[in-house]
């Protein structure tokens, strides 16, 4: 993330040496790794430094107010070529815009006249994340942490860049090098926690949640996640105390309350999970999965019908959806229905007949009807 020349960030000393980094000693291939440096080396010297924007064009896109302020940065420029300061301004300005391209070339500048402007290389290399070029991001991040190897920002932002990857080892080492320079950045512990529950190592994804909490306990962003990562350990009484304490933060979040309502549903607790439910759906109508949610349910308190028409909004929203077909299929049996109950069947594996073949011949709901001619012809081929 782009940050202001005037931040100052508060760190502890730290320093990192990779193996993979290290000069390799001895006889001939020390040689060669001499002779490659130097021939990089002269390669770089004999490229042409990158040219400077040109002044004179206006950048499409911006507000009067805005080009205002590019411009005021255009005429120190115009007369003070040689500012990297200004040139560092005008690009985070550009950058904070939207218009990361045209940064870019701002950050250049500022970094051929002070190539040890560490925030530049950072907030470059933010700017290419957002453009999606993310190995060249890391190679930003990673010169501005040769130049400061306790810059938090620049950690933190080379794990995020990683992450997008898909490099997830190389993220996580990152983003605990970043919390070995700032411990309490609920940010990073946040993150970290994130890509512990995308890792599917939910103990760990969990602890690094607390951690954020105890720093930062008004994120219901972070009460939401833990709850997730609890509902994954089956811990689901505090899952739902997690909930609780996302929702008074955020109680206009329909995906936190079809979450908090799914919880009461594992719990046995149809009731509750009804009422969250309808909390979501009047925040956001068109979920289907939660109207399936919504009559399953209803179902398990014997409300038949209720529950067919909890599932016809999921159809209505969603024509193919097989789950909310089967689970018609299942409220016709429960109910001794057995016409609709194969109409229903029938559309169920017309979409996604790989699924619910098999789960119709082990549901025990279908089991009188097992001998009846439709069904078994129903099941043939299985």
């Known amino acids: 993330m782009p940050i202001p020349f005037s931040l100052v960030l508060v760190a502890v000393e730290f320093s990192l040496t990779d193996p993979a980094d290290l000069w390799i000693a001895g006889g001939s291939l020390s040689l060669l790794c001499l002779t490659g440096f130097l021939a990089w080396r002269q390669q770089r010297r004999r490229q ?28 120190t420029l115009g007369s003070q070529p040689n500012d990297a300061l200004t040139w560092y301004n005008r690009a985070t300005t550009l950058d904070r815009l939207g218009h990361h391209q045209e940064s870019i070339a701002s950050y250049d500048q500022a970094l051929r006249l002070k190539p040890d402007f560490y925030q530049a290389f950072n907030n470059k290399g933010s700017a290419l994340d957002d453009l999606g070029q993310h190995p060249e991001a890391i190679q930003c991040y990673e010169q501005a942490l040769a130049l400061k190897p306790d810059f938090f920002e620049a950690r933190f932002n080379q794990a995020n860049s990683f992450r997008s990857m898909g490099r997830h080892q190389e993220a996580l080492r990152a983003y605990e090098q970043a919390l070995v320079i700032t411990p309490d950045s609920p940010e990073a512990w946040f993150a970290l926690g994130t890509l512990f529950a995308l890792l599917q190592r939910y103990a760990s994804a969990l602890n690094s949640f607390e951690k954020a909490l105890a720093i930062n306990a008004v994120d219901p962003t972070i009460w939401y996640h833990r ?156």
């Open 48 to 75: 042409s430094p990158p040219a400077p924007p040109d002044l004179a064009t206006p950048i499409a896109g911006l507000s009067a107010e805005e080009s205002a302020t590019i411009a005021n940065y255009d005429a």
């Open 227 to 382: 709850a997730l990562a609890l509902s994954k350990l089956e811990r689901f009484a505090d899952a739902l105390d997690s909930y609780a304490r996302a929702l008074a933060l955020q109680p206009q979040d329909p995906q936190m309350w079809a979450n908090h309502g799914i919880t009461y549903y594992r719990l046995q607790q149809p009731m509750e999970a009804v009422n969250s439910f309808d909390r979501s759906l009047q925040l956001q109508p068109n979920q289907p999965q939660i109207w399936v949610y919504r009559g399953l349910a209803l179902s398990s308190m014997g409300l038949h019908e209720l529950a067919l028409a909890s599932h016809d909004q999921a159809i209505a929203q969603q024509p193919d959806y097989a789950e909310a077909y089967y689970h018609r299929a299942c409220c016709h049996a429960q109910q001794g229905r057995v016409n609709p109950m194969i109409a229903n069947l029938e559309q169920a594996f017309a979409c996604d007949r790989t699924r619910f073949q098999p789960l119709a011949m082990r549901d025990p709901v279908f089991q009188p009807f097992r001998h009846i001619p439709q069904f078994q012809v129903l099941m043939q081929g299985f």
